[in-house]
């Protein structure tokens, strides 16, 4: 992978995804340009395995804004709206982890930032840059499926509970800004259940549908709760299932995430002796090589920097990725509060 361009950033958090990320500016050719700030010493001492000069770790990612030209947020989700502020405050260029944010005022006060200050804000959602994903967009786009009927995404399985979010915007998040994705609207409605069985005060369990323009149906399941079929490649010591259904009327596409395995049913139903029946054409398997995490998350950054430098406004921006997605989360919310369908 050749050199990215060559600006100075500063990626804020060391957590459990902060290896990939450094990882993925290392493989762009900036580790000679790269800052890392985390308030948590043993963080930074996990950093500095990975050779960064002391003076370029830090605590507090303030003391070194004036050094960089784009700030990496992978801090928690509760914190992303105030160091997001002080980032785009300070005429930096901001990649952040998805969620942007947890509420709508949140996000429309970034919103508003990014517009008034010109500067580039990209929320990094995993399955937008993972080819199988790409590959099963590429075929709905170019109507191979017919017109969509339902979507279905599976995100759970044995792992550990996040101590920031629960699984909604932690999991199912990744399924409900694909689906936007690939419709290209959000939901008009919802309906949701939530559990909380470890008495967190975070859900641990959802089960969301989500009513589309045009009739498409989706459904997303996340949970800590149910077994999975795969161990985690990016989670050590989980086992989860990641799978999305993609169905047609000229067909359906389903990809198992874990097994980097995309099938692509020909199959239609027609009329016959009085009952509708499936008419199958053929299953294509598609072969593409395996995405590491660092390779996706590398794609994701390769992206923010190249908008960085036409001063372009991302696909998943402040709008798509921030304001919109923290409407469908608080819709969501209060569905599964209500009891009830809920308009976004």
């Not at 010109?118 to 967009?137: E, I, M, N, S």
């Not at 550990?160 to 199912?172: P, Q």
């Not at 920097?305 to 798509?320: I, K, N, Y």
Request: with cysteine; net charge neutral; proline share 6%.
């Amino acid at each position: 992978m050749r050199d990215a361009p060559r600006i100075r950033i500063l990626q804020t958090g060391f957590g459990a995804f902060g290896p990939v990320h450094l990882q993925a500016w290392l493989r762009l050719g900036l580790g000679d340009r790269l800052w890392l700030a985390d308030p948590d010493p043993a963080a930074r001492a996990r950093a500095a395995a990975w050779n960064l000069p002391p003076e370029r770790v830090v605590a507090d990612f303030r003391s070194v804004l004036g050094q960089v030209d784009a700030v990496d947020v992978l801090t928690p989700t509760p914190q992303h709206e105030a160091v997001c502020a002080a980032a785009l405050d300070a005429g930096r260029d901001v990649f952040c982890e998805k969620p942007l944010t947890l509420h709508l005022d949140e996000a429309e006060r970034l919103a508003v930032r990014v517009e008034e200050s010109g500067r580039v804000l990209q929320v990094g959602y995993y399955f937008r840059h993972h080819p199988l994903f790409r590959h099963a967009k590429e075929r709905v786009a170019a109507g191979d499926l017919g017109p969509l009927r339902y979507l279905s995404g599976t995100f759970a399985g044995f792992k550990r509970a996040r101590a920031d979010i629960g699984v909604t915007a932690s999991d199912a998040v990744h399924f409900l800004d694909y689906f936007n994705w690939l419709i290209g609207a959000s939901p008009e409605r919802v309906q949701a259940l939530r559990r909380d069985h470890l008495g967190r005060g975070l859900d641990d369990l959802a089960l969301i549908l989500l009513e589309y323009p045009g009739g498409v149906v989706g459904k997303v399941e996340a949970g800590l709760i149910q077994p999975g079929r795969h161990a985690d490649l990016i989670t050590p010591g989980a086992l989860t299932t990641k799978e999305v259904a993609l169905c047609g009327a000229q067909g359906a596409i389903e990809i198992d995430f874990p097994a980097e395995r995309l099938v692509w049913h020909r199959v239609r139903h027609e009329r016959s002796d009085g009952l509708w029946r499936p008419v199958f054409e053929d299953a294509r398997i598609k072969h593409l090589p395996p995405a590491g995490a660092v390779e996706v998350v590398a794609s994701q950054l390769r992206e923010f920097l190249g908008h960085v430098a036409a001063r372009t406004r991302p696909e998943a921006d402040v709008v798509r990725c921030g304001v919109d997605i923290a409407r469908l989360l608080q819709a969501i919310e209060c569905a599964a509060a209500e009891g009830c369908a809920t308009a976004v």
